[in-house]
T-cell receptor
Framework: EAGVTQFPSHSVIEKGQTVTLRCDPISGHDNLYWYRRVMGKEIKFLLHFVKESKQDESGMPNNRFLAERTGGTYSTLKVQPAELEDSGVYFC?????????????FGSGTQLSVL | AQSVTQLGSHVSVSEGALVLLRCNYSSSVPPYLFWYVQYPNQGLQLLLKYTTGATLVKGINGFEAEFKKSETSFHLTKPSAHMSDAAEYFCAVSLLSGYSTLTFGKGTMLLVSP
């Protein structure tokens, strides 16, 4: 069974550009989470989808970040325009519908560098 | 609100030595507690978790952790370090059940020398 897959693994862009990160959860997992780790700091929650609906987006830093999950399958996280402070590792995680935090599976992350 | 404090951003041990990574948490309600490990160029992997029941929990690769409510701690230990244990370790807490999100500590990089 394939795990949580994230694309790309690395992205280097210039300030002001747009970047789209993609996450493919484990098949059948209705819960999808985005987390971010800025260098030197803790991993922080961004948002949570249940199927295609946003359950909790309290961690989204500002309106330059847009997350979507059309059809309840894969999800994208777009940053537009990117700023220097957006650099970090973006993790995606998924779990089954009734799965709590103890049943999360994480992807390898996308390393985003904004120059 | 919950928070997690990991003491020491870097811990160095010799191969064969005891590994001790410290984690303290704060939570207004009884939490679930986790340790994750991230090997270079890989994702976060669950090492072990405490939900309910026995306070000493065993995980993969010989690691274990003990939940001490009175000390609000969940320290990670391994009796004998191996070179392959070199990685970054994250302690995390969540509320019991439901759509609870994880609150992570800043991580501790474990360095193992021959």
């Amino acid at each position: 069974e394939a795990g949580v897959t994230q694309f790309p693994s690395h992205s280097v862009i210039e300030k002001g550009q747009t970047v789209t990160l993609r996450c493919d959860p484990i098949s059948g997992h209705d819960n999808l989470y985005w987390y971010r780790r800025v260098m030197g700091k803790e991993i922080k929650f961004l948002l949570h989808f249940v199927k295609e609906s946003k359950q909790d987006e309290s961690g989204m830093p500002n309106n330059r970040f847009l997350a979507e999950r059309t059809g309840g399958t894969y999800s994208t996280l777009k940053v537009q325009p990117a700023e220097l402070e957006d650099s970090g590792v973006y993790f995606c995680a998924s779990s089954q519908l009734r799965g709590g935090a103890e049943k999360l599976f994480f992807g390898s992350g996308t390393q985003l560098s904004v120059l | 609100a919950q928070s997690v404090t990991q003491l020491g951003s870097h811990v160095s041990v010799s191969e064969g030595a005891l590994v001790l990574l410290r984690c303290n948490y704060s939570s207004s309600v009884p939490p679930y507690l986790f340790w994750y490990v991230q090997y270079p160029n890989q994702g976060l992997q669950l090492l072990l978790k405490y939900t309910t029941g026995a306070t000493l929990v065993k995980g993969i690769n010989g690691f274990e952790a003990e939940f001490k409510k009175s000390e609000t701690s969940f320290h990670l230990t391994k009796p004998s370090a191996h070179m392959s244990d070199a990685a970054e370790y994250f302690c995390a807490v969540s509320l019991l059940s439901g759509y609870s999100t994880l609150t992570f500590g800043k991580g501790t990089m474990l360095l193992v020398s021959p």
